[in-house]
């Protein structure tokens, strides 16, 4: 399936820098925007220690490699816990805010075509050698050649999900994906024969690839700025055996987002106040406890019927409502404070409206509250890790950027500087506590090198903030 589930939807990858964004545009709008540094991800398998057991939560926390301890659930993970217990875990949700992971001892080693759940868990061993094959996939025939194969390569243990993207594979690559997500568990079981400290076992891909990757891998279009990022998609379709006509490599002068607006975009999803269609707009302010939103008319089409006018500009308003809480990654409660409408019909098109919107998100990401006696309509919506304003600027309500923030910006910002002008020696000034993050060696070094065709001369300057910077030709 292409992201988002349309014909109409593309991704554009920014990977000139030390992360990568990636937007996903539907109907010619910005849709979605993932930003990855690497670092720890969903479903990575690590073999942790058990610290300490809370039976008021009725978990244990668990001492991981490289990242916070995760908390785990007695009813992930079979049989009783105690204190310096070495377990099998996989990160279940990523730890945001002072929130550390949470984990499952549920494991499911995830491929590109398929998942292997290696433990079914007891009570569900009427489930053992379960083949679960996609509800798209309609014809009668090619389900049964795929559910005689994969009976006879799976054990009694064992349960495999496909994913649509693998249905028409060969049996030899069905046969060699599942080999090599046996061998993951098999080396997970190694680690725990003979622990002798936390370590990641298997590490998944990222929310980010496995976007990209089943985006690209279904045909969907897909423009790069970056080589390396673009070398390996390219290389996945061709291991695949499959055209790479939709693969396009972005080679302008200019920084591809800079090329297709997504900068603009991204710098409205940073502030309070987004306009609508059609006029009117709505103020959004994230706090600690919930994200309110107020949606006002001024500046709307006018209308002389006050009920009317109202009516529209909510329903306009809610579909911009939901883009931005995806855009910015926006969780948890969310009260809007739409335009008085005078009935409960205005309203019940308001919701709909809303749930129209959400779409797939319906099915358990977002709960409805409803209106309140004030007028009020409240929502929760799923937490996914961290908020949009968060990454690009570090917590507010600091402005000062984070310094991996800063770094990604001042490299960005140093290739768009120097991609249409002249090559040769270049003298870089930069605050005191980026020079390091440059030093000889380093990731960014050789981002410059590589774009600017030798890495520039470093100079600390006092006088110039944690983003700024001043690029001289030498």
Known sequence: MVAGGTETDRLLIDAVACERRIALIRNDRLARLWIDRGGPARFDIHLGRVSKILPEMAA?????????????????????????????????????????????GRIAIEGLGMILRPNEHPTDAKRGGLVELPRKLKDENRRAVLMTLFKGLIAR???????SLAIDWDDGALAGELGQLRAVWKRAQAALASPTKPVVVFKALSDADQLIERHVMAGGECIVDGADEFVRLRGLLRARGLDDAHLVRHDGARLLFDDQDIEDDIATALQPRVPLPGGGWIAIEQTTALCAIDVNAGGSDSDNDQARRAEQVNLR????????????????????????????????????????????????????????????????????????????????PDPMPTRTAALNFVLRSVIRDTRSGQGGRYRLYLSKDLVADLAPGSHGQQILERAMGMAPELAADESLSRADYRLEKL
């Open 317 to 396: 308003a809610a579909p911009e409502i939901v883009r931005q809480l995806q855009l910015r990654n926006i969780g948890g409660l969310v009260v809007i404070d739409p335009l008085r409408m005078a009935g409960k019909a205005s309203r019940d098109r308001f919701e709909t409206a809303l749930r129209d919107a959400f779409g797939p998100e319906m099915s358990g990401a977002v709960q409805f509250g409803g209106f309140t006696r004030l007028g009020l309509f409240e929502l929760t919506r799923q937490r996914g890790g961290i908020a949009l304003v968060d990454l690009m600027q570090g917590r507010l």
């Open 157 to 163: 243990e064992e349960g495999i999900t496909l994913r």
């Open 60 to 104: 244990a926390m668990v001492v991981l490699d490289g990242v916070a301890d995760g908390l785990l659930p007695f009813d992930r993970i079979d049989g009783p816990l105690h204190e310096g217990q070495w377990v099998i875990v996989q990160i279940s949700r990523l730890g945001f805010e002072d929130k550390g992971p949470k984990l499952t």
